[in-house]
């Protein structure tokens, strides 16, 4: 938090305050929806195996010391996603969660090292599901949080406008001028042929940049910014290279079916069409953990229990949307830590 009185202080609290009343009534209204439409709440592990298996995500790590003192390197969970797809192998068919997440590493005005994820999943459907799921969720989050335009830093959205679909694709030529998928062959970046276009669009690479680094820097320096102005945008097929747990575009080598959710410039969401192929996954889990180990020196265990129930998933479509940020653009709030009831203390 920036320097000042602490959060407990009566100053601070009622600056906050309003914030907070509003983050109490757009989760009851959420939980409202999501228990009118069928779907059971479920409350996961904080404590996992594995925290998760891409590249620049960084865990909390600690030990579980049994009776025998015996101790066994565990991890706060990053995403209840491993464990609720688990739970869709047992047989749920629609679940929600807003779970306690816990993220090393970052900090800032919409980054906390502890927050509300809020996922749900649908056994069976479409991830364009997801999309009007999540149409209808902006509305009704707006309506509890006082019926207002969404915003953040200048930027606006209107949460009842439908939310513009657009490809990965189209955005980089429209925003950057660069023709993504001449740089995806055979569902692996072309790293020179991605770097090429940067430089021509006046992007500034280094030597070892890779071709999601290159991905990356496009995306948050010329497209991000104008996602979800005026209203909220749905960035669908991401590049096969990024599809982290999502399952390639039914027909391509080039894209998967996943997709983000933007307002006023700013990610809310992350969604996945499943993938259910063990052995592709496990590819993917091994190829991010080479990348991070060459980046980080670190790499973090494969849950094999996930794994193993992975093949036993019905087709499924999930997301992740995160709640706080939700908030702040409903409110108006400029921090994330206006928006959490007990921030996580600055070290000192």
């Not at 779970?99 to 005005?109: L, S």
């Not at 894209?255 to 063990?278: I, K």
Request: charged share 25%; hydrophobic share 45%.
């Amino acid at each position: 938090m920036p320097a000042g009185p602490p959060f407990w202080s009566a100053e601070s609290h009622a600056a906050r305050r309003p914030y907070l009343a509003a983050r109490a009534r757009i989760v009851s209204a959420l939980r409202a929806w999501f228990a009118a439409r069928g779907f059971v709440e479920v409350e996961t592990a904080a404590l996992q195996v594995s925290p998760g298996n891409e590249t620049h995500l960084h865990a909390f790590e600690t030990g579980l010391i049994g009776p025998d003192q015996t101790r066994r390197t565990l991890f706060l969970c990053t995403s209840p996603e491993f464990a609720c797809k688990k739970l869709m192998a047992a047989g749920e068919t629609r679940l929600v969660e807003f779970a306690r997440v816990f993220r090393n590493r970052e900090r800032g005005v919409l980054h906390h090292p502890e927050f509300t994820m809020l996922e749900w999943y649908r056994a069976e459907a479409s991830y364009e599901e997801l999309m009007e799921d999540c149409a209808a969720l902006l509305q009704e989050a707006a309506r509890a949080g006082g019926g207002g335009l969404l915003q953040h830093r200048g930027r606006t959205a209107d949460p009842f406008r439908p939310p513009e679909r657009l490809t990965v694709s189209t955005a980089f030529m429209r925003y950057a001028g660069i023709d993504l998928l001449r740089t995806v062959v055979e569902g692996r970046g072309d790293r020179d042929a991605l770097a090429a276009e940067a430089k021509t669009a006046g992007v500034a690479i280094a030597d070892n940049d890779t071709w999601g680094d290159i991905f990356s820097r496009i995306l948050v320096e010329r497209v991000d910014p104008h996602l979800g102005i005026g209203r909220a945008t749905i960035l669908t097929e991401y590049p096969l290279p990024l599809a982290a747990l999502a399952r390639a575009k039914l027909g391509s080598d080039q894209v998967a079916e996943r997709f983000e959710l933007y307002a006023c410039g700013v990610e809310l969401a992350n969604a996945f069409a499943e993938l259910t192929d063990a052995a592709e996954q496990r590819a993917r889990f091994a190829d991010a953990m080479t990348e991070k180990d060459r980046i980080y020196a670190e790499r973090y265990p494969i849950d094999e229990d996930f794994l193993a129930a992975l093949s036993h998933m019905p087709p499924t479509s999930g997301i992740a949307l995160g709640l706080d940020r939700l908030v702040m653009l409903v409110t108006g709030a400029e921090r994330i830590d206006q928006v959490i009831w007990v921030p996580v203390v600055e070290p000192e």
